[in-house]
């Protein structure tokens, strides 16, 4: 009985030690987005300097589609952008993600909503990839051609 009233305890404190928003996202298949080119217009380009300098609007539909996905039972939207990356330490860059946020707060995605979004470099496991420089495999891969071609947008 003690050792039944151990497991219990044990277990009790596991998911208690898992908070409510991570249960939540557990259950949802998780599309990553690309930021640059996908979610921004990137007319700009990238600075390397200015990672958190994002002077472009979104793409036409990009914040309603975010919204969209988020209030769905179903899918997690997260935005998945190397712009965010660290390349001294390899983590993702809090100021930059700030960035990210207020940028898209200001374009008029709800603060809820943008709090709740996770934005990281890292590749996390997901169900779908929303990109706008992705192969979609189907059997066959690239040939350089068309490598060529999708990789001298944007
Ligand atoms: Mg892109």
């Known amino acids: 009985m003690g050792h039944l009233c151990a497991c219990f305890y044990t277990y009790a404190a596991k998911l208690a030690a898992l908070t409510k928003e991570r249960r939540m996202t557990e259950r949802k298949k ?3 987005v690309d930021f ?4 921004n217009s990137y007319k700009s380009g990238f600075d390397g300097k200015r990672p958190q300098h994002l002077p472009d609007s979104p793409n036409p539909g990009a914040i309603g589609w975010l919204r969209r996905v988020y209030a769905t039972s179903v899918y997690e939207p997260v935005i998945f952008t190397t712009r965010v990356l660290n390349q001294a330490t390899g983590e993702d860059d809090p100021f930059v ?3 990210i ?6 374009y008029g995605l709800e603060k809820m909503v943008v709090h709740n979004l996770r934005i990281t470099a890292k590749k996390v496991p997901c169900s779908l990839l929303v990109d706008d420089r992705a192969f979609r495999y189907e ?10 071609k999708l990789t001298s947008r944007g």
Not at 36 to 39: I, S
Not at 139 to 148: H, I, N, S, V
């Open 101 to 106: 946020r207020d940028w898209l707060i200001n």
């Open 139 to 148: 059997g066959k891969f690239p040939d350089p051609a068309e490598m060529t």
């Open 30 to 32: 998780v599309v990553l």
């Open 36 to 39: 640059d080119g996908t979610l």
């Open 97 to 99: 993600v700030e960035a």
